[in-house]
Structures are given as C-alpha cells and as structure tokens.
DNA sequence: TTGAAAGCGCTACCAT
DNA sequence: ATGGTAGCGCTTTCAA
C-alpha cells in the first residue's frame, strides 16, 4: 500500500505539503497541489487511518453497546447509528453485553484502547462512576444514567398511560398488565403509567398485575397466571412486543379470542409488531429517529461543540391495529 | 492515560522491558517482570491498541459487511460474528451496504484504511476483482463470490426440494412457489429444488412460479397474482420466511385460512418464524452456526493457518410447525 | 537479561 | 509557499 513518502517522492514534494493538500490546511502553491493530486490518483493512494488516529488520539470509530442485536429492538437502533455515523465519516463497532457488567466493562476498556472517539449505549448495569472513570463523550439511551450525562429516552409513562386508556375506551372492563423486567426503570415507568391509568377503578387490585421479563415465554407463563387469577379479564397491556406476543399465545393457548375476548396492546413497535398475524397494537417508540438523535448528539459532543439540551425525551405513538 | 513510558519509569526499567512483559516475549529477569506489573497494576496501564496496530499494520478487528441490519436474517449472524470475534481478541465493525455497489466498495476501502484484519461479506453484487484488489482475508457468506474464496452457504436447492416434497406429503395437490429476488443466486438454486420436486406433476407449468423480492410486501402481490391464476393452489413455498409471511397475508386478504385451505412453507428459519402466530413451518438454516464457522474461518486464514477445506456447505433443517 | 534507538504513517510546529 | 523534523505509543532489532 502506497504511503504519503511514496506520493510526497512521486509528487517531488515534502511528506508536509503532501498532508497540507490532503487535509486542505495551510499553504499550497497551485503548482504543487496538482502535482500531489496527480500522484495520489497513480498511486490510488489513500492515508492510513490508523497513523492518522495515533498521531490525533482517536479513530473516527463510535462504540455502540447493546444488550443484544438479536433482541428485535436493536437492529432498527443499530441501524441509525451505523447510518448516521457513517454519513458523518464515523465507524461503529458493535458490541453485545448481555447486560452482564464484566462483560460491558470489559468492551468500554477495549473501545478506549482503541481510541474511539464516543460511545453510545444501551445499558441498565453501567454506572455513573464507570462512565466517569473512562472519560470519553457517552450517550445513553433508553435509560437515564446519571444526571448531565446526555440521554435519550421516550415518554415511557405517558405512553403507557395511554395504552391502558385506549383499551378502556375500547370498552374494555378489565385490564391486566404485564410489567417489564423487575429493576428496570423503564418497566416501572410504563407500570406507572398503567396504575395511573386505573387507579382509578373500583376493580382494580396489585394483583392485575404481573411480572414478566421482557420476553415470550415469561410472558406466556404470566398471562396464564394472570387469566387465571381473574378469568374476567378482557384487555392486557403487555410493557413491550415480545410480551405481547406472549399474552396472545398464551391466549390462543387458553382458548380465548384475540381481540374478540381479550384485547392486547404492546409497546416498542419493532418491526415485528407488524408483520405478524394478527397484526399487533402497539404503542410505537420512534426507534429509528432515537438512533439517529443519539448519533448526532454524540457526535456533537465528541466535536465539543456547544449543547443546548442534554436530555431528549422523545413522542411514542399509538398505532392501532388488529388485536384490539 | 499511562502509556508504556509512564510504566516504564515507575518500574525503572526501559520501555523495552515493559514490551517483553506486555507480550511475554523475550528474556525478562524475574525481578523486573514484578516491578512492571506493579506498575502496570499501580496505574491501570492499557497498552494502546492503535499504536500496536501501526506497528503491525492490522488493528485486530474485522469488518461485518451485510446487506441491511434490519433484515432479520442478519442479527442472528452479526451476533455470532461478534460473539466469535470478541472471543478470539477481534472487534467487529459493523457496514449496511444496501446491496449497492458504491456504497460495498467505500466500506471496503475504510476498512482497508483502517488495517481490518479481515471481512465477512454477505453480497450479491462484490466482484472476484475487487475483492483480489483489496488484498485482504475475506470470506463469503450465502454466495460464492469467486472459486477459492472462503464460502459458507447451505444446502439451498436440497432444502427447496425437501420443502416442495414436504408439501406433497402433506397432501396438498398444487403447489405454487414465490421466488426470490431475480438475479440472486440462492432465489435460484431455492427455484431449481421447487422444478425438481414439481417436474413430474401433470399440472405443473412455469405459471405456478411467480417472482417476490424477499420482502414481505413483494409476496403480497405476488400470492395475489398467483392465487388468481390457479385458484387451485393449496400449497405455497416461499422462497424465504418474509415472502411465507407475505403469502399468509395475502391468503387472509383473500379469505383462505392457512393451513386448512393454503399450506406455507418458508425458508431461512429467522426468529420471526417461530414468534409470529400462527407459527411458519419453514427449512432452517443454521445461521448462528455461519457465523460462527465463518469468523473462525476468517481467522484461521488471518493467522495463515493451513486450512484444509474452503467452501463450506451447511445442512438445512425443515421444521414443521403451523402453517403446514 | 537489558536498554537504546529505529521505525510504523501521519500531522503540525518551526524554520526558511 | 515549502521542507525538515519531532513525536503520537508501541515493537523489535542490535549491542552491550
């Protein structure tokens, strides 16, 4: 691979003026910069990035750390970013965690080593210390790690709130809900979401609710656990997708009709709510828009330039479809 | 950030030392191996990966270049790619090249600028030359890119015929197939399994062959216009699971119920087939098993070591579920 | 067993 | 306007 010596000899220049034509800084005469874009063109010559990122203490590279690219939310995220950053002349390397705290730990070190220049994550482990300690532009999503550190997440309890609502005015009498994994802020927001929806109801009881895991099969075993306990129930607001896809299996499962005799509502609208049968009711965070916002915040931020906001909270939607 | 001189002066040795150390490589007294990694301990040092890197002219990361993220065969790939990677000391960066050429060939060159060790590609449109031009470790997942090139594909036309025969054992008396997008060469080989299952039947003409894109909107039409052919259809094999599901919708639309009236069989064994309702019989591939064998492959043929074999074609795995 | 120093490819400072 | 060169952090000869 040809380097900038072998352009700066072919060009009969110095390595200097051949870097001044390449970043277009400083001084060039109109004679010499033809000649170096002429040698560049022979050579097909094109700068090592990693020269380049030692001498500049970064690599153009953003690390993106998901809990998991198979999760149906991710990819849609993981998307965004890589768009977004590579429109922007970044790289993203993709990092899975599992959401095991070594793991992520371990990924946050090898980014620094590598000297990328920000990090976007997707964590409900990482601490405020951790990020602290590494020193590099972060922006989380999805999750509020600590206060100034810049965000980006949905209206998790409006939404919520809204779901348990348009199950109501669909004339729904009783309504479960499948909360999201215990511990997880954003569960306990969309939880909230719902209690406020109901508290109001003379039906109501902490045991309409119960605990799934984010996933299909926790969810099944809720929702049959749930229908057992109240057989009267007739709508389910599930805190994401996959649960709801549960609630609805384990519907079939029991007989019941969906929406005929249970109505169900998600949330996330991952790509999956619509394409199943029946097509999912969902109240839909705007996954794709949250991935480019978290790019170009981060990319800001790795450019030092000035921030208006830090915190992005972003409008889901509730799209109806056909389980309820 | 310490770096190599900052260890070395605390354990007052040269940084030379502290390099034999690093990599336990070349003679170091016991005595000095203990007071670097005091000091390495004592200052948390990381050797920088980018400087490594320029001395070796490969950064340990390899490059992911698939079609599009969001298409749902992939995740399943990416994650093992990077599961595989990490496991072996290499960072994944991550490339959605919309299949198009301009685009393929830009990521190749940052990845050549940025010293990848090596590729993982999943395309349809890269060519032997510019793959010779890159002169990089590559290898090739679901197509053979050039004869010699490392290539992980499955049992394609095997599995369509065992699909259509499936069907056939099933009862069903005219099969239809949605084919794959035009060009692509598993669209083809998944064609030529179908005619082989299908060529002795009576009633089989090119008609009962219609073209999709492998989406799920392409399909629609696609069952439509199939469907109105031969109304006699009640058998369709899908050339992948997103056009199975397409062809599902459309029978709903048209008010055939599946499997009763229209068996569906798809192809690829994405997660969504065995998550949407009701759940889509389909031939399997082993995709996180591709990734993995592929990153292995990769870095066998990085490190130069003595492969025996270079083309690898998997088994497939017809898995019957509802639709059928 | 250890250290000095060259060099990986590039940028930016300092001269001229 | 241009060139020489130090230096980014590391590895690896070569000498001692």
Not at 116 to 142: F, K, M, R
Not at 184 to 198: L, P
Not at 275 to 300: C, D, F, R
């Amino acid at each position: 691979m040809a380097s900038i010596k072998d352009v700066a000899k072919m060009a009969g220049v110095s390595v200097a003026t051949v870097s001044r034509v390449l970043n277009d800084k400083g001084y060039v005469g109109q004679h010499s910069r033809e000649k170096v874009e002429k040698a560049i063109k022979e050579l097909n010559y094109k700068p090592n990035e990693i020269a380049r990122s030692l001498f500049k203490k970064h690599s153009n590279t953003i690390g993106l750390i998901v809990p998991d690219i198979m999760n149906p939310y991710f990819p849609e995220l993981a998307r965004a970013v890589e768009d977004t950053a590579s429109k922007l002349g970044y790289n993203v390397i993709l990092c899975n965690s599992d959401e095991n705290k070594e793991k992520e730990q371990a990924y946050l070190d090898v980014l620094k080593q590598n000297y990328v220049n920000g990090i976007i994550v997707s964590s409900n482990t990482l601490t405020a210390e951790q990020i602290e300690a590494l020193n590099i532009p972060i922006v989380s999503i999805d999750r509020e790690i600590s206060k100034g550190l810049p965000t980006i997440v949905v209206e998790n309890k409006k939404g919520a709130k809204a779901a348990t609502h348009f199950l109501k005015s669909k004339g729904r009498k009783r309504i479960g809900h499948i909360r999201g994994t215990a511990g997880v802020v954003n569960a306990e927001e969309r939880c909230g979401g719902y209690r406020e929806a109901v508290a109001e109801e003379p039906w109501f009881t902490e045991s309409y609710i119960v605990n799934g895991n984010y996933d299909m099969e926790s969810s099944i075993d809720a929702t049959r656990e749930l229908l057992g306990r109240h057989p009267d129930i007739d709508g389910i607001f599930a805190a994401n997708d996959m649960m709801a896809i549960g609630a609805i299996k384990a519907a079939y499962q029991l007989g019941k009709k969906v929406p005929e005799e249970l109505a169900v509502i998600g949330f996330d609208g991952i790509v999956l709510s619509s394409v199943m049968i029946p097509e999912l009711t969902t109240v839909a965070q705007p996954i794709y828009e949250m991935g480019e916002l978290a790019t170009t915040v981060l990319v800001n931020l790795m450019e030092q330039q000035p921030m208006e906001k830090t915190y992005y909270t972003l409008e889901v939607e509730l799209i109806e479809r056909r389980t309820t």
